[in-house]
Every structure is written in structure tokens, then in C-alpha cells.
């Protein structure tokens, strides 16, 4: 089995900052694309941020040099640095990572729980 289990939502003013932390763990034998999505009430889960093995990174149009993803592959861990926050930021926050688990022939796709984050004064 394998878990994701994100962590650092909160609730912060405008024009603050959080660092979303994401951690997977089980029976792991190889991770290759992670990423952040958010769903704001009403609305769609959409695409934040995304990480590839490479170290390749790509981002929403709404959160490009704001927000920064990162990854210890090491820690089997994805990180999303978000500053500058707006009210329009305000979302459940969801890790995604594409695993392959130890005994298993191919990639399948694993979500966390969800974190919140809300962005108000």
C-alpha cells in the first residue's frame, strides 16, 4: 500500500506565505511525476503544479512566480513554497504522485487527503 499525507495548510492573510508539504510512503519502488492540485468550493480540482522525475517543473498560469514546487527524492517527498498569497488561492490543496509499488509492473496514480488552506484577513 502507499499513502500520501500532506501536511502546512493553515489560514493566512493576504500577501502571506505556506509551505505545503507532502510526504509518500508504503511500499514504494519508484516515484516519477508529483504534483499539487486545489479545489475551491464549487469548482473543479485543477492542476497547481507539477514536478517530473527530471526535476522538470510546470505551473497554472494563475500561480507562476508565485508559487515554486520542489521534491527530495530521498524523502519521497513534493513541496509547494506559496507566497504572495491571494484570496483566490483559498482551496483544498491535494498531493498527487505517480508510483510504482514494490511488487507491481506499472505506474498508478495516488492522492493525499487534502489540505486546506484558507487566505483571508
Known amino acids: 500500500q502507499v499513502q500520501l499525507v500532506e501536511s502546512g495548510g493553515g489560514l493566512v492573510q493576504p500577501g502571506g506565505s505556506l509551505r505545503l508539504s507532502c510526504a509518500a510512503s508504503?511500499?514504494?519502488?519508484?516515484?516519477?511525476?508529483m504534483g499539487w492540485y486545489r479545489q475551491a468550493p464549487g469548482k473543479q480540482r485543477a492542476l497547481v503544479a507539477v514536478?517530473?522525475?527530471?526535476?522538470?517543473?510546470s505551473y497554472a498560469a494563475s500561480v507562476k512566480g508565485r508559487f515554486t514546487i520542489s521534491r527530495d527524492n530521498a524523502k519521497n517527498t513534493v513541496y509547494l513554497q506559496m507566497n504572495n498569497l491571494k484570496p483566490e488561492d483559498t482551496a483544498d490543496y491535494y498531493c498527487n504522485a505517480d508510483v510504482m509499488a514494490r511488487h507491481d509492473s506499472d505506474y498508478m496514480d495516488y492522492w493525499g487527503q487534502g489540505t486546506q488552506v484558507t487566505v483571508s484577513s
Open positions: 514536478i517530473f522525475n527530471s526535476g522538470r517543473t
Open positions: 508504503g511500499s514504494i519502488f519508484s516515484i516519477n511525476t
